[in-house]
């Protein structure tokens, strides 16, 4: 696999031009959403102030499955994400489940946020101007409109950006993202000024039971860690950036998290916190009695939102690139363009698809269908971690999870622990999509598959014969 994408030569079908600095923006850009901002209102009334340790909690799942995501990153350091680690570890039918979680997660997921962020360009164009969008226009049909088409048009403009080149889209990711982190270091500064010990005291209401179920609200905001290794074609030194870039971005992001919590819910009494749909705008706005906090928070969605879309549509794209390779899926999808060494074929199909979701479908239960496929998708890593140190434990790690086997152990737990919670109906509907993509593989993959066939791909595609291999071994 290393051989097939040049991680040892530094050379790649596609465009090594990511540096640590771009790709943990990344991991922050897709974690650091709206959820952040939105989420107190559904975690507070659960959890009352202690929805601080629901945040510790869910930091912590999170970063087992981030710190296992790095070992992996370190000693795969391809594209395609947990994919490409259930590839190495478990084959290719394991690896085809994964792939079906991961096109919920992030094909699905794109067009949920993209849907919402008509309704933050709305208020932000409402507070700035006084104007708004015309509803039929910025609405589905089963909701009322003809077309969501600021969704439409914000998939084109990532869509456009991705074509243009991977550095290019990483660079405006990185603006974007220090956009959002200023807003959220501007909301601590201000919040805490607004302090009152007193909001702390009834401090866990509903005990350790409502702790642990706004934990698992909570989780899904830590939720796009692992599109850092989605990146692994495109990164410059692979074996170091890939696993620092996750560790980076969870650092970042659980340490915010964090902090946000701990000011608004000393900023402002935890019963007010329910049915509040921006909730830090609101706290600001109490704070220094004016209203302009308002419109930066919408701003600061705006951004975010255009952060995560462009990076989940980058990532769907990669993983998808990364199966074409294998042969699981067509080859369309590993075309790539000689003068923009981006693969513009399947970056055009994925924006028409996830356009067509945003544009005319509301997203409701599918967006909740992102989480289970989020959490199968770490379950499978967790253990990929595990069959790899047994299966080759001289493999060259440039990071080694601590306190093996236990952390991987941990993180297996808290994705099946959060996965119990989740409604019976999304399981179902979720084992009818994975039957769905069995149904593909054994109907195309396991014929086209370049392992059956015994043929040798990508780098190795274009420097080796393609006639076939007998007797080829692991």
Same mark, same amino acid.
């Given at each position: 696999?290393?051989?097939? #994408?040049?991680?040892?030569?530094?050379?790649?079908?596609?465009?090594?031009?990511?540096?640590?600095?771009?790709?943990?923006?990344?991991?922050?850009?897709?974690?650091?959403?709206?959820?952040?901002?939105?989420?107190?209102?559904?975690?507070?009334?659960?959890?009352? %102030?202690?929805?601080?340790?629901?945040?510790?909690?869910?930091?912590?799942?999170?970063?087992?499955?981030?710190?296992?995501?790095?070992?992996?990153?370190?000693?795969? %350091?391809? #594209?395609?994400? #947990?994919?490409?680690?259930?590839?190495?570890?478990?084959?290719?039918?394991?690896?085809?489940?994964?792939?079906?979680?991961?096109?919920?997660?992030?094909?699905?997921?794109?067009?949920?946020? !993209?849907?919402? /962020?008509?309704?933050?360009?709305?208020?932000?164009?409402?507070?700035?101007?006084?104007?708004?969008?015309?509803?039929?226009?910025?609405?589905?049909?089963?909701?009322?409109?003809?077309?969501?088409? &600021?969704?439409?048009?914000?998939?084109?403009?990532?869509?456009?950006?991705?074509?243009?080149?991977?550095?290019?889209? !990483?660079?405006?990711?990185?603006?974007?993202?220090?956009?959002?982190?200023?807003?959220?270091?501007?909301?601590?500064?201000?919040?805490?000024?607004?302090?009152?010990?007193?909001?702390?005291?009834?401090?866990?209401?509903?005990?350790?039971?409502?702790?642990?179920?706004?934990?698992?609200?909570?989780?899904?905001?830590?939720?796009?860690?692992?599109?850092?290794?989605?990146?692994?074609?495109?990164?410059?030194? %692979?074996?170091?950036?890939?696993?620092?870039?996750?560790?980076?971005?969870?650092?970042?992001?659980?340490?915010?998290?964090?902090?946000?919590?701990?000011?608004?819910?000393?900023?402002?009494?935890?019963?007010?916190?329910?049915?509040?749909?921006?909730?830090?705008?609101?706290?600001?706005?109490?704070?220094?009695?004016?209203? /302009?906090?308002?419109?930066?928070? !919408?701003?600061?969605?705006?951004? #975010?939102?255009?952060?995560?879309?462009?990076?989940?549509?980058?990532?769907?794209?990669?993983?998808?690139?990364?199966?074409?390779?294998?042969?699981?899926?067509?080859?369309?999808?590993?075309?790539?363009?000689?003068?923009?060494?981006?693969?513009?074929?399947?970056?055009?199909?994925?924006?028409?698809?996830?356009?067509?979701?945003?544009?005319?479908?509301?997203?409701?239960?599918?967006?909740?269908?992102?989480?289970?496929?989020?959490?199968?998708?770490?379950?499978?890593?967790?253990?990929?971690?595990?069959?790899?140190?047994?299966?080759?434990?001289?493999? %060259?790690?440039?990071?080694?999870?601590?306190?093996?086997?236990?952390?991987?152990?941990?993180?297996?737990?808290?994705?099946?622990?959060?996965?119990?919670?989740?409604?019976?109906?999304?399981?179902?509907?979720?084992?009818?999509?994975?039957?769905?993509?069995?149904?593909?593989?054994?109907?195309?993959?396991?014929?086209?598959?370049?392992?059956?066939?015994?043929?040798?791909?990508?780098?190795? !595609?274009?420097?080796?014969?393609?006639? &076939?291999?007998?007797?080829?071994?692991?």
């Amino acid at each position: 696999m290393e051989a097939e #994408s040049g991680s040892e030569t530094g050379r790649s079908e596609l465009s090594r031009s990511i540096g640590l600095f771009q790709l943990s923006a990344f991991g922050i850009g897709a974690t650091i959403g709206t959820g952040i901002f939105f989420v107190l209102s559904q975690a507070v009334p659960i959890a009352g %102030p202690a929805v601080i340790w629901s945040f510790v909690i869910a930091g912590v799942v999170a970063g087992l499955t981030a710190v296992c995501y790095a070992e992996l990153a370190g000693a795969v %350091p391809v #594209s395609g994400s #947990s994919y490409s680690y259930a590839y190495a570890t478990m084959g290719e039918l394991v690896a085809m489940v994964v792939a079906a979680c991961l096109l919920l997660e992030y094909g699905v997921s794109g067009a949920a946020v !993209a849907v919402g /962020w008509s309704q933050y360009l709305n208020e932000l164009l409402d507070n700035l101007f006084g104007w708004r969008i015309p509803e039929a226009l910025s609405n589905s049909p089963e909701e009322g409109g003809l077309i969501n088409l &600021p969704a439409v048009v914000l998939i084109a403009m990532c869509a456009a950006l991705l074509i243009r080149g991977a550095s290019e889209s !990483a660079k405006v990711n990185a603006v974007m993202v220090l956009i959002k982190l200023a807003i959220l270091v501007m909301f601590i500064a201000i919040g805490i000024t607004g302090w009152d010990t007193d909001n702390l005291a009834d401090f866990a209401p509903f005990g350790m039971a409502g702790v642990t179920a706004a934990a698992g609200v909570i989780f899904f905001s830590f939720i796009g860690l692992d599109a850092v290794s989605t990146a692994g074609d495109e990164v410059r030194n %692979p074996h170091r950036t890939l696993p620092m870039a996750i560790i980076i971005a969870l650092i970042t992001v659980t340490g915010l998290y964090i902090l946000v919590s701990l000011v608004a819910v000393a900023a402002q009494p935890w019963t007010q916190f329910d049915g509040q749909e921006a909730g830090l705008a609101q706290i600001l706005e109490n704070i220094v009695g004016a209203s /302009w906090p308002g419109t930066v928070i !919408a701003a600061g969605a705006v951004v #975010s939102i255009f952060s995560i879309t462009l990076v989940v549509l980058y990532g769907q794209t990669r993983i998808l690139f990364t199966m074409a390779r294998d042969g699981m899926i067509p080859q369309l999808f590993h075309r790539v363009n000689p003068r923009t060494r981006t693969p513009i074929p399947n970056t055009i199909v994925v924006a028409a698809v996830i356009a067509v979701l945003a544009g005319f479908v509301p997203i409701t239960f599918l967006a909740e269908m992102t989480s289970v496929g989020t959490l199968v998708a770490f379950l499978v890593v967790s253990i990929a971690v595990m069959v790899l140190r047994r299966r080759e434990p001289g493999l %060259p790690r440039s990071f080694r999870v601590p306190l093996y086997p236990i952390t991987p152990i941990l993180s297996a737990l808290g994705c099946l622990w959060i996965i119990k919670d989740l409604r019976p109906v999304t399981l179902l509907v979720f084992v009818g999509w994975v039957a769905v993509a069995l149904i593909w593989y054994f109907a195309y993959g396991i014929k086209h598959s370049t392992l059956g066939r015994h043929r040798p791909a990508g780098l190795l !595609a274009t420097s080796e014969p393609t006639t &076939p291999v007998t007797d080829q071994k692991d």
